[in-house]
């Protein structure tokens, strides 16, 4: 049997595990001590997988890596440099509001004056 042959029957083996306890009709066996093995032996399938993606990714080129960070960096760097223009336009909006609002608030005060003096100037008449 070939290793490509053997890693698909194990598989399976492994997928039919994740299905059905095969301890829970052992004679030697109590229902807990079952439950027990068949945990266990999902765990064992999981890091079985876990083992064979890490030895996938590490036998990765780093220099595919790196180029994909490149590109990850240069995205960030982008969404950064939007994000502070952003947050600069709503403080200069802010600001411009705040501007807006006091010389507003300066009119009515002066305009309420020249009112309250011109009737001033009436009473006197």
Known sequence: MTTATSTQVSTAQDDA???????????????????????????????????????????RS?????AQLRVLERKMGLVLTLFKASVWAVIVEGEEAEQEMLAKQQEEARLSAANTS????????
Do not use: C, F, M
């Open 118 to 125: 011109h009737l001033s100037e009436h009473d006197y008449e």
């Open 62 to 66: 780093n220099e595919s890596l790196l």
């Open 17 to 59: 595990v994740l299905v059905q306890n095969p301890y829970a009709s052992h004679p030697q066996l109590s229902s807990l001590e079952g439950e027990v093995l068949w945990e266990y032996a999902k765990t064992a399938r999981l890091i079985r997988k876990l083992s064979g993606i890490t030895k996938e990714l590490g036998g």
